[in-house]
């Protein structure tokens, strides 16, 4: 399955893209400069930056939410720049984006089976019956299980991580050939971080879909990604294999963002989590439960 669907998946290329923003107080923000990169079926890139490099405004371009001032961005043979409300939605079933926000992504007031129920009906036209069943698949892929004890729950009775796991599912619910997940670990507890990663790590790998990660934790990139695009004041700064990146960057940036990297026993550990399984994951996703359980979140 995930070689045949690499086949299917097209690539990604965003080529001289900027994105002009004009607003009343500030002028106007140039706040993506003339970035270009391919991200082929399958493979997984990393955008680094710190806070206002771009890196959002990149995401929102990629998945049609705002338009380049210049530049073309395709999906196989989408123009997404150019798409109008039909050729979105049909967009949105193959690319899907996860938040930095588990909090506020998720309805308070719907139950982790609604929220996953509706795209599978409405991407997938599933009835009732299949989707509800979909939705156990779901939850057990993101290590959520038993499954029948998470279809009830709202999302103030879940962790921060199993929210961000909720999220994962939803957005893998359509079967998505792209996935963009900014800066998907960034609000979780420090402890919650690898789990997450390591998910979206094996997604990709076991799904073959291409996965374009947000982060500003440069290091956190080489749990999951090939290659690396370092973006500052939206311009890329530096690229390279994920590896050559860490190990040896070129730019003073990459250098400073390496250097901003905090003390060990943070998510940077993440790297050195051996790779899990699906009884890993399990006892992981359960783990997030202990360690969140009783705290207002
Ligand atoms: P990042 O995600 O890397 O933190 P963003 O893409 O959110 O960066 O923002 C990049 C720059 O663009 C920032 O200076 C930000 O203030 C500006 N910006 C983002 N969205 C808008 C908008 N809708 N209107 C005006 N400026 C914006
Ligand atoms: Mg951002």
Redesign the pocket.
């Given at each position: 399955m995930p070689a045949e669907r690499a086949a299917e998946v097209p690539p990604l290329t965003v080529g001289g893209v900027s994105k002009v923003?004009k607003?009343r107080d500030?002028g106007t923000?140039a706040?993506v400069r003339d970035v270009s990169f391919t991200l082929a079926p399958g493979t997984a890139v990393s955008l680094v930056?710190a806070?206002?490099?771009?890196?959002?405004?990149?995401a929102k371009l990629i998945t049609g939410s705002e338009r380049p001032t210049s530049g073309t961005i395709s999906f196989g043979d989408a123009n997404v720049g150019r798409l109008r409300a039909g050729g979105l939605r049909r967009l949105h079933a193959r690319v899907q984006m996860v938040f930095q926000d588990p909090y506020s992504a998720l309805n308070p007031v719907h139950t982790v089976e609604y929220a996953l129920t509706r795209p599978c009906q409405n991407f997938l036209r599933m009835t009732g019956a299949q989707a509800r069943e979909r939705v156990r698949e779901l939850l057990e892929t993101v290590g959520l299980t038993p499954a029948a004890q998470f279809v009830e729950k709202l999302p103030h009775q879940l962790s921060g991580g199993q929210r961000q796991r909720v999220l994962i599912a939803r957005a893998l619910a359509c079967e998505p050939q792209l996935m963009v997940a900014d800066e998907p670990v960034s609000m979780l507890d420090v402890s919650l971080r690898a789990g997450v990663l390591t998910l979206l790590a094996d997604l990709r790998r076991e799904r073959g879909l291409s996965l374009l990660y947000i982060t500003h934790d440069l290091l956190s990139a080489r749990v999951i990604t090939d290659e690396i695009l370092v973006l500052r004041h939206?311009e890329v700064v530096e690229r390279g294999q994920t590896k050559r990146v860490l190990q040896d960057p070129q730019h003073e940036y990459t250098r400073q963002l390496l250097a901003a990297v905090p003390t060990p026993g943070n998510v940077t550990a993440a790297g050195t989590v051996p790779a899990p399984n699906k009884a890993a994951a399990a006892a992981s996703a359960s783990r997030e439960h202990d360690v969140t359980e009783g705290r207002a979140t």
């Open positions: 923003y607003s500030r923000v706040a930056g806070s206002g490099s771009g890196k959002s405004t990149l939206g």
